[in-house]
């Protein structure tokens, strides 16, 4: 009489378990992956400002064209219009001082992503090494303090909004 | 686990179905077990169907002595399951046997097939005649025997799936929590790197001792002892220099988050002013700077400052 009961019992007892496990475990499955999502996004902006940077500093009069061109792919929104228009001016300058110049990125940060993952605020810390062909001078190095607003543009990000900080 | 001298067969099918078909029955159990043995035989010991299939018999056994008991476990077995095809398979089985009447396509042909007396015998010639007392034990709860024996399957089944469940709930939380954490992390020593950049960088040359001893509580021992390096130096040319530095921090982001590990990316402005042994007037310089503070958390959740970087690399490769 005792055992089956016992047993009834406790084949309940395991199925509300498990049922409320298979609950839990959904519950926070869903969770988890918001935060990877969120992770990963995080360091998709991260990583797109920084590309970015590296782009808006290498210019080579050899490859101007393609440089430019990667500025381009590289940006959206007002930044990207920005720096269509100050291309051609750009190319020129490039090509007249025979302009070579290599950045690289030191750091980029997070400031803040917003809530849907469509937009991130970005700190990027670069350094330029300019030199001018033919030129006595010694290569130049410069520094550069960036904040970026990239954006989610389907599935890339790209940087809307590109400002030196003073 | 504990068995009650009454359901015992029911339970010794069922354990010794479930483990240890070669289990030591008891004279009763023999006369059953060895009619079982030899329905089951061409099943092979290794089929993994086959130990559910033999949990039954003892516990319908129960319910139903006189007759014969297998075509009743099947049937029962495969209603229960839902599993009419593993009655027919049983019923063909059942047709190989001598004194099966080849019937037995479905579970319930099963009973007039098995009913034979030929078939009954293996049980009913059990040379111990203990099994009357024992079906008079088990009988007035012939349900609840029955019920627990599919529901010893489905407890089994249920706790394995209770256990794969809890492992996995475990650790997609800890995975979650990770994560949280990190963000949280991330969020707090950004805060807590801002609020301590002056502390950590500014100075003034009339209390100097006390700046570098301020800066020296937000630094683990690892930065302490770069501090202590430092006030050897700055301090006399800062007294010297009649140096003050100021900081404001221009932008603040988080690089990295690792567990406890934080790295901040900082945009500073420096202004320091001086003057110079031998100068009139003080010398104001402002500089755009960029730090790296690395944080970590110390036991009582309080953030520190454990490494401090100006982040001044090598000069990119030149071409």
Partial sequence: MERPRRRLVITLVLAVLALVLGGGLVWIRMDLAAARAAAEEREAALRAAGVHAVSLLSIDHRTVDQDLKRILSTSTGAAREAYAKEAPARRKATLDHKVTQTGVVRSAGLVAMNGDRTAADVLVVADALIRWEGAKDAPEERFYRWTMRVSKVGSAWLVEKAEQVP | ?319
């Fill in chain 2, 1 to 319: 686990m504990t068995r009650g001298d009454d359901d015992v067969r029911g339970d010794e099918w069922g354990i010794g179905g479930a483990g240890e078909p070669g289990g030591t029955p008891s004279g009763e159990r023999a006369g059953r077990s060895g009619g079982g043995r030899a329905r089951r035989r061409p099943y092979g010991d290794d089929e993994p169907r086959e130990p559910r299939l033999r949990a039954v018999p003892g516990e319908d056994a129960g319910e139903d002595p006189d007759a014969a008991h297998t075509p009743h476990r099947r049937r029962s077995w495969a209603r229960q399951k839902g599993y009419p095809g593993r009655a027919g398979q049983l019923g063909a089985h059942a047709a190989g046997e001598p004194y099966g009447d080849g019937d037995d396509g479905d579970g319930d042909d099963g009973e007039d097939a098995f009913a034979g007396p030929g078939f009954r015998e293996p049980v009913l010639t059990a040379p111990d005649p203990a099994p009357a007392p024992a079906y008079e034990d088990v009988e007035p709860e012939h349900e609840a025997p029955r019920r627990g024996g599919g529901g010893l399957l489905l407890t089994a089944l249920l706790a394995v799936a209770v256990v794969v469940l809890a492992v996995a709930t475990t650790l997609s939380y800890l995975e979650l929590r990770t994560l949280r954490r990190s963000e949280a992390d991330g969020a707090a020593a950004l805060t807590a790197a801002r609020s301590y950049a002056a502390d950590m960088l500014a100075y003034d040359h009339r209390h100097i001792e006390a700046d570098l001893a301020r800066a020296r509580g937000h630094a683990t021992a690892r930065l302490d002892g770069y501090y202590r390096q430092l006030a050897a130096t700055l301090i006399p040319q800062a007294k010297r220099e009649q140096a003050v530095q100021q900081v404001t921090v221009a932008g603040a982001a988080v690089e990295s988050a690792t567990a406890e590990r934080v790295r901040v990316l900082m945009l500073i402005n420096r202004t320091t002013s001086k003057l110079p042994p031998g100068h009139r007037s003080r010398k104001s310089e402002v500089s755009q700077g960029r730090v790296r503070f690395v944080m970590v958390k110390r036991g009582d959740g309080a953030w520190l400052v454990d490494e401090l970087s100006t982040l001044l690399g090598n000069p990119p490769a030149r071409t």
